[in-house]
């Protein structure tokens, strides 16, 4: 590639080291000498000058009709310009070719050690100069399979420019030859061989041609090359449709399925677009009939493929699959490339915005659009758009999680290029962002100036006379476990100005990657990148023959729509090969697709980082057709050239994900769908962070119905009752003719509790009320019980049963707390309605006489004022037998309320460690003994770390409004000063005098809030405070306290709900599940959805490891979580409500086990309060405990489910009953599916 010094050990041909089945021809040389010592000091990219490089390319912006008749179509569509890099002479250098958006683009040749020879006149690709048209972007891609690079250019209101290359990098134009001279807002094609044919097909982005007449934009084209790199435009055939503003297209084979899909990112409201590529013929020739059947599967069938988390298996080649894919989109979506973040071997993709990167820089304008942007709900078919980045990352069922906030990626400014690479040679993927913009178009100031204009010339005049936005590029290192942190300027990557597309390439074949970016205005910028840490390898790909290829593809797919394959070379540059390498620092994956970032093209290169590694165990290379290529023990410091030999064969394999999670509720009769009503009133609806009146619908398991099989109760919403699911057979459900209907339209069921009220010995119900619409203390409050009449049929119970209790809950839970043999009840207090996050009084019920009493006073007056109750348990926290009660809050520590032998509880919070956890957003509770000591553990469910909230998070509740009530202001702490959240526009209208006082956005967003609001009203004000925002366990410690420990970062994806433990793959060891996110967010904030639930398997001593393979897919939002024995075979399932959705029923444990169904006393039938021990034959344990109500609104079923190994069985099973006596059985010799043991 380089003329480096010979290595004669290695600079041959490497077939040998190929397996048998891989023939490929494999050279490698001997990468060139770093650029500088490991030991230097300075950044890690070098800027080298003009002067040094020999390039000078102007980028002129000197159009006068940008700022008159076209400003709409410059400033917010053709704004930036691209460049190109790669090798057209053949010396093995790359070049560059830099797009001049006002003039004569320029081609610069490398000469090495980074000196470059300006050959723009005698390859002649200059390009025309003609009136009204600027010069968008560039690509070079070997168009017809000739071995050497074409260049092809997008041009705006002009047609587009395609260089036939010689192979010597002299060039032809034959753009309308080869059918691609387009005219329209092109901003960029995008080749790829999306039929698998061994050509390159092409995608080209468009975007505003002209705003008055088609304010959406322009359509986007596909091409289809014929296999001589002749295309012919099959847009409608292929499914591409639709007007929008483009900024970027990436290929990206998001399901692995061996075929590339396609994201579209579009500007403002337009929707982005991922394309699915269906493509599924293939050189096996199928019959008509069945080429029929896949091409004619329905849409219902493919979304519901999706639905299961499963790729669409046929259809009509490109799909749009984006909202069944991807929980939401960036609003303003601008460049975007793909990568694999968490060397996990699927390639995630990154999007940029526009999101500012201070809170500064958003109060001065994006704070201010986001405040108007509209409330957008999940809808099915639709994504929503969010102002940030997205950040998603591949999972194994074709889903994508989004964690820009978790990964600090969320905000890069206004950001045009984002391009992800290895910078440092580490083994991890960096990210690159350029910024800037030619005005601050979104200043509210400005705008707001640009209003009281009376003319578009004036409006536009004034825009024109503001500076440009110049912004610091930004870059960010990969630090692993999905964090990065900002090196911008420790790596020389933090250039202030207004930059564009960017090309990373080895100029100086030195094995890491070189930058070069494009300037508004003003020369491009290049910089050497001198890493002077990390063994590296690069590789250039080379297509080899097809001999099932398809250069009449395209007249037979229109006139017929199917296939009919020829002889062909098969795509030259290995444009979409995927290459894996593992050494021992771990494994990379890099599929190779040079269009990325905006507007620019990449070099044909694949760049490995391999850090410390310094042999390559093994490297496999998945071309688009045909078998992969494996080698084996590799050097390092090399670069590879590998070319793919002729195939027999094009194979492909769909990734289907496991099934072992497969929701089942559909084909049980359990799927019962929640309706919110978006018109019910909503008091303080302007101030909350969230609504705090749709965190349901819940969920109680259990048997209601006297047949051994658990029923399913789910909670109504406000106006909307619930719903109860009888077994009517093994494995199917039915609706009851019993209407949970708790005679109010203002309130909704918090939690469905089944608990023995009566003695009968028939779980009884009791439905506690939440909400938000009527007032403190209304009645509608009230909770509701019913009795069960033995059948599984319900009668309301009499008025006189339950005192006085019009509380809006978030938690029930029904435990013995005084071992009088009957059940209590504790009601956890949400919120105060119209008064949140002002603490609220909960209550504990004692069993007297056939009713309950209210005992709070008497027996836990600690509860009056505890605060904002969202989830509790009825456990027994330090052993001695009694059921303790352990409560999760928001805005508020996690509380432990010791039983003192049945007379009271005491708070023990601070004594016993749980108070050191710090306050937080806490969701929800389980227990378990994770760390096998033989006391109980509990997890916590919290916000999580991909939001944009940040610990410590503090909110100010105090008499703001100018009547002088209470309103909320929620804050940011920069500095030791607190700063709204919310923008003037927003705090303004709660807060007229705000208006009055700040007259700019820009004096308003340096403003602390001791400088807007008079010191006597912000002392009148109450702080509230978070300053733990993981999920996590608390452990128990030796000493008898518990100590927090943060989950997994994967579990921190989203905000985690329902909780609930058991051993879920067969280890002996207890697991954790978890179901995640917060749709009822404010418009501005946006919903935090990057979660589709988790399981964690515990490792027996407190830590929890996380397969990625084997998750559930609980998408949207999850609320409710529950146990369920859904086939009777003692092992445990999960039931999920979701907000607005439909619940699951999800297989989730395929090992063996064998569940214990305790049969109680009339009191208490099914033994709640009972703890199970299980004794292994090494003497480890496991625990778990029979409760009443836990997790998020839920309570599981009361069957608790043993795992065992039938090789090693365990010994025995250690019981201790409610009462607090024990008895120790011995483990069955043949385990039964359901073990029935009586309660002494």
Known sequence: MFPHRACPLWSVLFAAIATAQSPAEFAATPLAPRSRAPDAHGPMFTPLSPAETGIDAPNAYDDPLMWSRHYREFSIGAIGTGLAAGDVDGDGRPDLFIVNKCGPNRLYRNLGDFRFEDITATAGVAGPTEPEYWQQGAAFADIDNDGDLDLHVCRWNAPNLLYLNDGTGHFTEEAAARGLAVTTASSQIHFADMDNDGDLDAYLQTNLLNGEARPNGEPDFFFANDGTGHFTDITAEIGVSGDTQGHSATWWDYDGDGYLDLYVANDFKDPDTLYHNDYFLNAGRPDPAELKRRRDASRAERRQRLADGLPPRFGRRLENTLSYVVPHTPHSSMGADFGDLDNDGRMDLVIADMAATSREKSQRGMASIRANMPAMNHHPGVAPQLMRNAVYLNRHDGRMHEVAHLTGLAASDWTWTVRLEDFDNDGHTDAFFTNGMVRELHNT??????????????????????????????????????????????????????????????????????????????????????????????????????RQSSANAVATLLDTGTYSPGMGSANAQGIGATVTIRTSVGSQTRTLITQRGYLSSQQPLLHFGLGDATTIDSLTIKWGQGDPDVYTNLPVDQHFTITQQTRHSMTMSYADGPTLFHDSAPDFGLQVTSVEDNTAPFPQATELPFRVDRFGPGVAVGDINGDGIDDVIVGGTVGHPGEVRSSIAPREWAPSNFTLFSGTTATADAQPLLVEINGDGHLDLLLPQTGTARPAGDPAYQPHAFLNDGLGGFDRASADLLPSLPLSVGAAVAADFDRDGHMDVFLGARQIPGRYPQPADSALLLHRAGRFINATATHAPMLAGIGLVTSALATDVDDDGWLDLLLARDWGTVVYLHNDAGQGFTDQSDAAGFSAAGAGWWNSLAAADFNGDGRMDYAVGNLGLNTPYVAPVTMLHGPFAPDGTDLLIETVSEGGQLYPRRSLTVLGAQIPALKRQFRHHDDYAVTPLTDMLDAATLAAATRFTATELRSGVF??????????????????????????????????????????????????????????????????????????????????????????????????????????????????????????????????????????????????????????????????????????????????????????????????????????????
């Open 1035 to 1240: 452990l128990s410690q030796a000493d008898g306290t518990h100590e927090f420990r943060a989950l997994p970062r994967f579990a921190q994806i989203a905000p985690t709900y329902g909780l609930v433990t058991a051993d879920f793959n067969g280890d002996t060891f207890t697991d954790l599940a978890g179901g995640q996110n917060l749709y009822n967010v404010r418009p501005e904030t946006g919903r935090f959805d990057g979660g589709l639930g988790f399981i964690l398997h515990g490792d027996g001593q407190g830590g929890f490891t996380v397969e990625e393979q084997n998750q559930p897919t609980i998408p949207h939002d999850a609320k409710g979580l529950a146990l369920i024995d859904l086939h009777r075979f003692g092992r445990p399932q999960l039931y999920v409500t979701r907000n607005n959705d439909s619940t699951m029923a999800i297989n989730a444990g395929y090992r063996q086990g064998m569940g214990v169904q305790l049969l109680g006393p009339p009191a208490n039938p099914t033994g709640v309060g009972t703890r199970i021990t299980v004794v292994y034959a090494d003497d480890h344990r496991t625990m778990s405990e029979v409760a009443a109500g836990g997790g998020h609104r839920s309570q599981s079923t009361a069957t608790a489910f043993l795992s065992y190994d039938a090789e090693t069985p365990p010994r025995e099973i250690i019981f201790r009953w409610p009462n607090g006596t024990s008895n120790t059985l011995p483990w069955p010799t043949e385990p039964p599916r359901i073990l029935k043991v009586r309660i002494p």
């Open 445 to 546: 100031d400005i705008t707001s100036r640009m209003q009281r204009s009376e003319s578009m010339s004036q409006r536009t005049r004034i825009m024109r006379a503001t500076p440009p936005l110049a912004e610091a590029n930004l870059a960010f290192r990969n630090l692993g476990d999905l964090a990065f942190a900002d090196v911008s300027k420790e790596w020389g990557l933090n250039h202030l100005g207004v930059s564009f597309g960017a090309v990373t390439a080895d100029f100086d074949g030195d094995g890491d990657l070189d930058l070069v970016f494009s300037n508004y205005d003003a020369p491009a910028t290049v910089l050497r990148n001198d890493s002077a840490t990390g063994h590296r390898v690069t590789i250039s790909l080379r297509g080899g023959k097809l």
